[in-house]
């Protein structure tokens, strides 16, 4: 199961973007609500999560995370004590982290982008420690992939596809919704 952290003031396309063409793939994915099942984005969007992060913790099924940017999503996500473990449980069982737009602070801040390639918000660059900050869209750097931002959601969605299952998975999907054009 992967999971797609949401909380107060979050992007809701980098979160909903991802979530989409994950099941698109068949891949489990929930969307958890950090504090409450109702959980309402940056642009005051309402958005009904699958579970509430009091109700799940970090076990066997976890097989990765996603961290939407957005703010001040970004800083609820960070100070989740939750989300917190949830992230410690994937560094420590080399699982999954995928974080958008401001989102690769937090990773940044923990050190965990340290020697590695790494993508954000411009003006973010200086929170993601000592990462190699490359101007691409998404980037992968072994189990960590990062994107700059909400114009870059659907690719960020599919490069997770990529990551899960498959290249040829990831382009079927891409040409399916017609992001090949």
């Known amino acids: 199961m992967y999971y797609v952290f949401l909380a107060e003031g979050f992007e809701q396309v980098e979160a909903l ?10 891949i489990e994915v929930y969307t958890v609500g950090v504090g409450a099942k109702v959980i309402t984005s940056s642009h005051n969007v309402p958005v009904v999560a699958d579970v ?7 076990d066997k099924d976890c097989e990765g995370i996603i ?14 004590a939750n989300v917190q473990k949830f992230i410690d449980y994937c560094v420590e069982n080399n699982l999954l982290i ?14 965990l982008l340290d020697g590695k390639k790494a993508v954000c918000f411009p003006g973010f660059e200086e929170q993601l420690g000592n990462a190699t900050v490359l101007s691409d869209a998404v980037v ?31 382009n079927h999907f891409k040409a399916a919704m017609l992001c090949d054009r």
């Open 17 to 26: 973007a991802p979530v989409d063409i994950m099941r698109r793939a068949e």
């Open 52 to 58: 509430i992060d009091c109700e799940i913790g970090p």
């Open 67 to 80: 961290l939407p940017g957005g703010m001040p999503g970004t800083l609820n996500l960070e100070k989740a």
């Open 98 to 111: 995928a974080a958008i737009c401001a989102a690769p602070s937090i990773l940044g801040h923990k050190g």
């Open 140 to 170: 992968t750097d072994g189990n960590i992939i990062t994107g700059c931002g909400a114009g870059a959601a659907m690719k960020f969605g599919f490069e997770i596809v990529k990551y899960i299952q498959s290249e040829a998975s990831a």
